[in-house]
């Protein structure tokens, strides 16, 4: 029996952990409900499971009856701060929302566990299953990997693998690419300081709005002229607010927050050293100061392309060819699991989920629907995957 034909036999069981994973979301690194759900959703199985110390992780060791090397399978667990607006009979009501899909994500990973617990006996070697908090903002894979993911098995894996669903994707449709997939993510923090004043009599002061409106129309041309085409940045002004309380004063500090995404560590570096020097250059030239802070969030995340030729070949042998797509291009929204592919090779693929409700919904949006019919189908997936990386195998053959 292929790893396919068994999940028809668990869809309804992971597509009712997936409904009940959506109806409770929980936010950042401490999910304790969903842990528990998670821990319920194991119980049973042969496993060695550890819980995080400092974020509700769960990490399930599969020992094989055979010896072999050690795969990594990843899902994460977190919810985003949005009012869920679908009317879906099983929508979460606490404000918070699975809007991102991970909770097709965990409900998919444990269909792989149960799917690679059935036939352990045989199993080539050793699978961990990686359910981690605080993938939207917080880092939890990089917490997780200081606290020794990577080690859990004994010894390092080989692999490492994770797929993301896209509510805005045909609903079966398998893509991924090698190389850069996803981008680095990354905030500047821009405090325009100046003596502010009365806004009747604006030439006694310094006024920093003029100042702080120059600079938002000089990143344009920072991005257009000063990064290469080729190698492209993202830089969004997520915020601008003043200190002014008044109609009638003249503020003393203008902040600017600004999202910043690239495809390289070059360009990041690009950005990190010079895009300060043009804001300060700006400011001093009308008497403001400008201070600037840098914060790091995600790298890219960047696919092996051993590891994702293995995944297109096991894909189009699970499910055809005319399924399965080579992006020609990456995006610029960014993933955490780019922490654990900077440590071992791997690859991240998306499945597409579109639901025939919901057409043109957006993800990270108050009325996103995920179709969850192919949640059998990602768990021996994801099953498919390990089995082939830990035997060797590169042939299309399905398990």
């Given at each position: 029996?292929?790893?396919l034909t ?23 690194l401490?999910?304790p ?5 998670v821990l319920?959703?194991?119980s ?6 550890s ?15 055979r010896?072999g ?25 606490n ?7 991970h ?7 444990v ?9 352990r006996?045989?199993l ?29 098995a004994g010894?390092?894996?080989?692999a490492?693998?994770?797929v ?7 609903l ?10 996803m981008?680095s993510s ?7 300081k ?5 806004a ?5 002061g ?25 190698d ?15 109609r009638?004063?003249i503020p003393?500090q203008?902040?600017?927050d ?6 390289s ?18 400011a001093?030239?009308?008497r ?7 914060a ?17 070949n ?11 797509e ?7 929204a ?10 071992v090779?791997?690859t ?16 990270h949006?108050?009325?996103a ?17 390990a ?12 398990r």
């Amino acid at each position: 029996m292929s790893f396919l034909t068994a999940a028809t036999r668990i869809a309804p069981e992971l597509v009712a952990l997936r409904r009940t994973l959506h109806a409770e979301p929980e936010l950042r690194l401490h999910l304790p409900k969903t842990q528990a759900t998670v821990l319920e959703a194991l119980s049973g199985l042969e496993l060695e499971i550890s819980e995080g110390r400092g974020l509700s992780s769960v990490v399930a060791v599969l020992r094989g009856g055979r010896p072999g090397p050690v795969v990594l399978l990843r899902a994460d667990l977190d919810g985003l701060p949005i009012r869920e607006a679908t009317g879906l009979p099983f929508a979460a009501q606490n404000g918070a929302m699975h809007a991102c899909g991970h909770d097709l994500h965990t409900a998919g990973l444990v269909g792989a566990a149960r799917l690679l617990h059935e036939r352990r006996a045989d199993l080539p070697g050793t699978v961990v299953f990686a359910f981690q908090p605080g993938e939207e903002g917080a880092g939890g894979a990089r917490i997780m990997l200081e606290e020794g993911l990577l080690d859990v098995a004994g010894e390092r894996p080989v692999a490492a693998y994770a797929v993301h669903v896209d509510c805005g994707e045909p609903l079966g449709r398998y893509s991924t690419r090698p190389g850069p997939i996803m981008a680095s993510s990354g905030s500047m923090f821009i405090r325009v300081k100046a003596a502010g004043g009365h806004a009747a009599i604006p030439h006694h002061g310094v006024d920093p709005v003029p100042v702080a409106a120059e600079i938002i129309l000089a990143l344009q041309t920072f991005v257009t002229r000063r990064i290469p085409v080729t190698d492209p940045a993202v830089i969004s002004v997520t915020r601008l607010a003043s200190d002014s309380q008044a109609r009638n004063v003249i503020p003393s500090q203008i902040s600017i927050d600004l999202n910043v995404r690239t495809l390289s560590a070059q360009t990041q570096q690009l950005v990190q050293a010079e895009l300060p020097l043009m804001v300060q250059g700006l400011a001093a030239a009308h008497r403001c100061v400008a201070e600037v802070e840098w914060a790091g969030n995600y790298p890219v995340t960047f696919n092996d392309g051993a590891e994702t030729d293995r995944v297109l070949n096991c894909l189009k042998g699970l499910h055809g060819p005319e399924r399965v797509e080579l992006l020609p291009t990456p995006g610029m929204a960014s993933e955490d699991f780019s922490y654990m592919l900077e440590k071992v090779p791997g690859t991240m693929f998306f499945l597409g989920v579109q639901s025939s409700e919901s057409s043109g919904t957006a993800m990270h949006s108050a009325t996103a629907v995920f179709d969850d019919s192919l949640l059998g189908e990602q768990a021996a997936t994801l099953a498919e995957l390990a089995w082939r990386r830990l035997s060797g195998e590169t042939q299309d053959s399905v398990r």
